[in-house]
T-cell receptor, first 115, second 113 residues
Framework: GAGVSQTPSNKVTEKGKYVELRCDPISGHTALYWYRQSLGQGPEFLIYFQGTGAADDSGLPNDRFFAVRPEGSVSTLKIQRTERGDSAVYLC?????????????FGAGSRLTVL | AQKITQTQPGMFVQEKEAVTLDCTYDTSDPSYGLFWYKQPSSGEMIFLIYQGSYDQQNATEGRYSLNFQKARKSANLVISASQLGDSAMYFCASRWRDDKIIFGKGTRLHILP
């Protein structure tokens, strides 16, 4: 697609529920990153994929968080047993990795609210 | 561990003046890249400028330039002739050898008319 698409744009859920956030990167972009951004803060690194594999998942806060990218394109961030502290904007970004710069193109984000 | 530090939580600058946003980093890797992104109140993240650790010259993109001082491990963003539309959050970010990209906490820039 023309840009990075994230769905849903807004998600309100209750504490303890399971949530999936989807990211559709720019076609042909091999690298895909997930970040979490709380109000007034910088994006916090969660995980990044190179192709289908997670190259670095050191930012996932605990085992309730999991992400997949089975075909090297669309990625899903999965959060189990959501807690109020999970409320944030989840940003996805992709890059072509074709140059040294590895410039990220971001989606508009998925705003998650856990009640 | 690699680290990005932005020490200015907020800045107020008069329109048309130049502004410098500070960014320092900490790494032992010889190969890395530094980025600046702008995030207006709409929430989108906009790429501004990039500097590679081996680049000999400071990067420039229109009104944006990067004051890269490798020995001091600093990569300050300079915006010349500031405009009201420059009011936004600005994030410094770094790419390390393993391609992990991390962001600083940001600086909120307010341009005053």
């Amino acid at each position: 697609g023309a840009g990075v698409s994230q769905t849903p744009s807004n998600k309100v859920t209750e504490k303890g529920k399971y949530v999936e956030l989807r990211c559709d990167p720019i076609s042909g972009h091999t690298a895909l990153y997930w970040y979490r951004q709380s109000l007034g803060q910088g994006p916090e690194f969660l995980i990044y994929f190179q192709g289908t594999g997670a190259a670095d998942d050191s930012g996932l806060p605990n085992d309730r968080f999991f992400a997949v990218r089975p075909e090297g394109s669309v990625s899903t961030l999965k959060i189990q047993r959501t807690e109020r502290g999970d409320s944030a904007v989840y940003l996805c970004a992709s890059s072509s990795h074709s140059s040294g710069a590895n410039v990220l193109t971001f989606g508009a984000g998925s705003r998650l609210t856990v009640l | 561990a690699q680290k990005i530090t932005q020490t200015q939580p907020g800045m107020f600058v008069q329109e048309k003046e130049a502004v410098t946003l500070d960014c320092t980093y900490d790494t032992s890797d010889p190969s890395y890249g530094l980025f600046w992104y702008k995030q207006p109140s709409s929430g989108e993240m906009i790429f501004l400028i990039y500097q590679g650790s081996y680049d000999q010259q400071n990067a420039t993109e229109g009104r944006y330039s990067l004051n890269f001082q490798k020995a001091r491990k600093s990569a300050n963003l300079v915006i010349s002739a500031s405009q009201l539309g420059d009011s936004a959050m600005y994030f410094c970010a770094s790419r390390w050898r393993d391609d992990k990209i991390i962001f600083g906490k940001g600086t909120r820039l307010h341009i005053l008319p």
